[in-house]
């Protein structure tokens, strides 16, 4: 199996990949319209403002949707599960779920999820998986 992807890291970025080495997962949040996002970007794209800070999120949310996958991608197994999941603090991000059975009697839409960090030699992503560990 090829490697996985390794994500393309811009000065807007840093941070996000800096908290993640480091176990936290880190959102922007819009000072203005009091709104979380992702992925980083320097202005909000709710209001459009710049006066944005970097918060720590929970890192718990719900499984908001999923799509199970049986095409090869690079460093990824088919099946493997892809998944939307809606964070505590409101935004929304595309993932992957892991440490989860790869089946649909497995998998919850609304199912308590946490993150969890996944190494990638000198970057780390965040990934998802159940809540509590293995479903």
């Given amino acids: 199996m090829t490697e996985k992807p390794h994500p393309e890291i811009y000065p807007e970025t840093q941070f996000y990949w ?8 880190l959102l922007n949040h819009c ?5 979380s996002y992702f992925p980083p970007r320097p202005f909000c794209p709710n209001c459009g403002n710049r006066d944005v800070i970097v918060r720590e999120a929970s890192g718990k949310g719900r499984l908001y949707s999923y799509v199970i996958s049986h095409l090869p991608a690079p460093g990824y197994e088919p099946p493997y599960i892809v998944a939307v999941v809606e964070l505590e603090e409101g935004t929304r991000m595309l993932t992957n779920l892991l440490d989860c059975p790869v089946d649909p009697s497995a998998i919850e839409v609304d199912m308590p999820v ?3 960090f996944e190494n ?3 970057v780390t992503v965040p990934q998802f998986r159940p809540q509590g560990g293995a479903a």
Avoid: I
């Fill in 114 to 116: 946490e993150v969890t």
């Fill in 18 to 25: 800096d908290g993640a080495k480091a176990g936290q997962l």
């Fill in 31 to 35: 000072t203005s319209c009091d709104q």
């Fill in 120 to 122: 990638r030699g000198d």
